[in-house]
């Protein structure tokens, strides 16, 4: 047992794939869809919302600085038993399918700042969304959502790219009295494919 401990001890201190990256390194970018876009299918509909800010203009160096958290989807596929257990022999497990794309969501958890990012641009992204639909001609209201990790040493260590996204639900929220905890508010977005950086 000494060695199992000596070489996992020996490994986690020495070989630079087994370090530990800090788990705050990490980015979020939105692009693809503008305050202009979700402005003309609102105004089309008569609509009073109105996209008063983007998320560029709360963006540095590719990051949108008031996402608190993204929650990256699971992947999972289906399995099923076929068969009759005859004999003694037991059924056979079968994969049927990969979950599809809609039973997944990146959240992204935006805080409330002056400029509030979900009040002026998520909700009526998601209205317009409601309005137009997916499959109408005219201005796109798909995104690309780029999610990178960073190692201790500031090198991307992994990343994902979610390409179409579209934000379903823009989270309600409670206004009171308690100032212990700032506001912060869950954007889920469904995609249709995504890939690995």
């Known amino acids: 047992m000494s ?3 000596n070489d996992f001890l020996n490994s986690f ?3 630079a794939k087994f370090c530990l990256s800090l788990p705050v390194f990490w980015t979020v970018s939105i692009d693809g869809v503008d305050a202009g876009a979700i402005n003309s299918v609102l105004s089309w509909a008569g609509e009073p919302w109105k996209a008063t800010i983007s998320p560029s203009e709360m963006t540095k160096n590719g990051n949108i600085l008031v996402a608190q958290s993204v929650t990256i989807p699971s992947e999972s596929i289906n399995v099923e038993s076929i068969g009759e257990g005859n004999g003694g022999f037991m059924p056979s497990n079968v994969v049927v399918k990969r979950d599809p794309f809609l039973n997944k969501q990146v959240n992204i958890k935006i805080l409330e700042t002056n400029s509030d990012l979900e009040h002026g641009f998520m909700r009526p992204w998601v209205m317009a969304l409601g309005i137009k639909g997916l499959v109408s001609q005219g201005v796109s209201l798909k995104s690309t ?3 990178k990790q960073y190692n201790n040493r500031g090198q991307l260590r992994k990343g994902y790219v979610f390409y179409n996204a579209i934000p379903i639900t823009s989270e309600g929220f409670s206004v009171d009295y308690d100032n212990s905890d700032f506001i912060k508010k ?6 249709q494919r995504y890939k690995q950086l």
């Open 3 to 5: 060695i199992q401990i």
């Open 186 to 191: 869950d954007i889920a977005f469904v995609f």
């Open 13 to 15: 201190s020495t070989e």
């Open 145 to 147: 959502i780029t999610v």
